[in-house]
């Protein structure tokens, strides 16, 4: 489903204004890992690297990936236009 968000804004953000089923339960403080999503395509190489935080959050996420990132933590630019982004399995879902 595409949508439309601010520069500046998350994907986490961008998710819960356009009623996306992205928990995101921190809030963005990095102890959760309920927003992980997969980014898709090229993008990856367009969005900065994961700080250490954000990998030690991923470890504790279900079913991550190379192309696995919090959606807290991915600031849209307007160099990710087009960004696809993909809600990662949880062990619900999974």
Known sequence: M???AAVGSTVLEAAHAH????LGT???SLVCATCH???GGDAVARIPAPTEDEEDTL???FS???NSRLG???KLTEELEGLEVALAPTMQSA
């Open 59 to 61: 470890d504790l996420a």
């Open 37 to 39: 999503v997969r980014i």
């Open 2 to 4: 595409p949508v439309h």
């Open 64 to 66: 991550v990936k190379d």
């Open 26 to 28: 921190c809030g963005g």
């Open 19 to 22: 009623a996306v089923p992205m």
């Open 72 to 74: 807290c933590q991915i």
